[in-house]
């Protein structure tokens, strides 16, 4: 049974340009949330995921969006990149929304 | 203030001994508490998950949740080199999706 998977695993951008990163939900699950993690902090919720709709928003600004296909895989869009955007994203997949379970993370490098 | 604290560590134990983690938090509506571990440069893995107050034992590990004091402890007896690892706290109210985490906990057991 295949847990949640990301990609890419790293990923090297120039400040102002955008980003597509990916994920699949542990099979059965159908919520997908996303979280960015900073070197030495927890994760910080930026959003999630529900019968293709934002269900909950963290406290991040709009540059920060995301998408749900039918098949509960989601995208995480970050336009307009910032230096303080490096970190580590981790996608976590529920059934219902709640015991989340996490997957290995994009490391994400802004330059 | 933050919503939940953590102390960082780092804690170093010699393999055997028993491991002590603890958070606090400020929100009175936290009723979900869990324990994640993430080894370095690898997503949180969900360890425990509890439900208001009280204790729940899984094998080597110990999940207390005082909500009168809002404290939460884990404890890892016989402790193992491979716990070696940051443990993060989190916590979300009911009917809320997002989880708030502590910063982590450096743990090294040494062999």
């Known amino acids: 049974d295949a847990g949640v998977t990301q990609s890419p695993t790293h990923l090297i951008k120039t400040r102002g340009q955008q980003v597509t990163l990916r994920c699949s939900p542990k099979s059965g699950h159908d919520t997908v949330s996303w979280y960015q993690q900073a070197l030495g902090q927890g994760p910080q919720f930026i959003f999630q995921y529900y019968e293709e709709e934002e269900r909950q928003r963290g406290n991040f600004p709009d540059r920060f969006s995301g998408h749900q296909f039918p098949n509960y895989s989601s995208e995480l869009n970050v336009n307009a990149l910032l230096l303080g955007d490096s970190a580590l994203y981790l996608c976590a997949s529920a059934w219902g929304g709640y015991e989340q379970y996490f997957g290995p993370g994009t490391r994400l490098t802004v330059t | 203030q933050k919503e939940v604290e953590q102390d960082p560590g780092p804690l170093s134990v010699p393999e055997g001994a028993i491991v002590s983690l603890n958070c606090t938090y400020s929100n009175s509506a936290f009723q979900y508490f869990m324990w994640y571990r993430q080894y370095s440069r690898k997503g949180p893995e969900l360890l425990m998950y509890?439900?208001?107050?009280g204790n729940k034992e899984d094998g080597r590990f110990t999940a207390q949740v005082d909500k009168s004091s809002k404290y939460i402890s884990l404890f890892i007896r016989d402790s193992q080199p491979s716990d070696s690892a940051t443990y993060l706290c989190?916590?979300?109210?009911?009917?809320?999706?997002?989880?708030?985490f502590g910063a982590g906990t450096t743990v090294t057991v040494r062999a």
């Open positions: 989190a916590m979300r109210p009911s009917n809320d999706y997002k989880l708030s």
């Open positions: 509890t439900y208001s107050s």
